[in-house]
């Protein structure tokens, strides 16, 4: 089928792959990380920052929020979620479901969607497949996910079974309706099924028949063991198709980004980063650090003495410290900006990687530097 996008494969070591994402407004070298901008822009970071001194190619919107305030109505109005925002760049839209689930106090689940409770003031909404789709072409997002059910983790196995095909039936209604109305978006199928591997290939099987421009693993990291999550991932990524860009949904910490790319996934999105810049937690080559602690009250040093961001250039950990302690709004913005440049700097690292057929060494070394410092 023709696709609105462009995906070449570019270099492999193992199973790992380097690619190279092409959408109308940019082109995305992968693996890589996507910033998540949940009400339409990055906790604590400007555009200008993931611009120009990050280069970052790709952001995350979020269908569900954006869709509760400040509504699709104003967005479509304004011409779309990038000229509202002014991000030049690509971005990708979740399809609503996981926080329909995850959020909603109320809600209830039949074939032809799912009628929830505000979050915000208590009023009911409605969210389909059709509706998802309208709203994610009222963004004009260059990537659109497929509206699916998000059953909890510990959910039994039956119950997994049968959200599985609940997904795949409104897979193919999502893809109908994106097709009716007639965008110039890709879209992206998810496979579900929780821990069970025989679901993971039946889901995997349902939704390749179907069809899509790409493929999305869903339901990990959702408080399973983390060994569930690898042998998930060890299962499921290599079976998937290799001419289409595989994403991770929801993942995570630079461990499990040099797991999934082991296993040949290609794209990531997480709010840690920026969550935990706001918590005073940075990510760094050592080792995470909690700029609380007080032995950095008189610390000249580096945030991370391996960083290139302008936050590790100029400020002192003693220098950060004193503002969180003191309530500054700066400690959580640089903390986040910090963190955000190190998932995307750990991602150039890993496609350098790659290119360079020493993946498995990087990872080795890297995964040291963080034990060795723990």
């Not at 990055?42 to 919107?61: N, P, Q, S, Y």
């Not at 799912?114 to 208590?122: A, C, I, K, R, Y």
């Not at 990687?353 to 060795?372: M, Q, T, V």
Request: charged share 25%.
């Amino acid at each position: 089928m023709t696709t609105p996008i462009g995906w070449q494969v570019t270099a492999t070591d193992g199973e790992a792959r380097e690619g190279r994402l092409t959408t109308r407004r940019s082109v995305i070298e992968t693996p890589v990380f996507m910033p998540v901008g949940t009400q339409g822009a990055l906790k604590g970071v400007r555009f200008e920052w993931l611009e120009d001194e990050m280069d970052a190619r790709i952001i995350l919107g979020n269908t569900y929020h954006l869709f509760l305030r400040p509504g699709i109505d104003v967005i479509r109005g304004l011409g779309g979620l990038h000229k509202f925002n002014s991000w030049n760049r690509s971005i990708l839209t979740d399809s609503g479901g996981f926080q329909v689930f995850s959020l909603a106090k109320l809600r209830k689940l039949t074939e032809e969607g799912v009628t929830f409770q505000s979050h915000l003031d208590g009023s009911s909404q409605f969210l389909s497949p059709e509706v998802s789709m309208e709203i994610q072409a009222a963004l004009n997002s260059e990537i659109v996910m497929v509206f699916d059910e998000c059953p909890p983790g510990d959910a039994g196995y039956e119950a997994i079974k049968k959200s599985l095909e609940l997904t795949a039936r409104w897979a193919q209604r999502s893809k109908i309706t994106l097709r009716e109305l007639s965008t110039e978006q890709a879209l992206f199928g998810i496979i579900q099924g929780a821990g069970h591997l025989d679901l993971r290939d039946e889901s995997l099987a349902r939704t390749v028949e179907i069809g899509f421009d790409g493929y999305a693993i869903g339901g990990l990291s959702v408080g399973e063991e983390k060994s569930v999550m690898y042998d998930v991932l060890a299962h499921t990524a290599p079976r998937m198709p290799q001419d289409r860009p595989r994403y991770l949904m929801g993942v995570g910490t630079p461990e499990d980004i040099l797991e999934a790319v082991g296993h040949g996934v290609d794209m990531f999105d997480c709010v840690m980063p920026t969550r935990n810049g706001r918590t005073g937690s940075a990510f760094t080559s050592l080792g995470k650090l909690n700029i609380r602690n007080a032995r950095f009250a008189a610390d000249p040093s580096p945030l991370d003495p391996n960083c290139g961001c302008s936050v590790c250039r100029r400020y002192s950990l003693a220098y950060l410290r004193h503002l969180y302690q003191s309530g500054e709004m700066n400690a959580a913005i640089m903390l986040s900006h910090h963190n955000v440049y190190f998932f995307l700097d750990l991602m150039k690292k890993i496609r350098a990687s790659i290119r360079e057929h020493r993946f498995k060494e990087f990872r080795s070394e890297f995964l040291g530097n963080l034990n060795s410092a723990a």
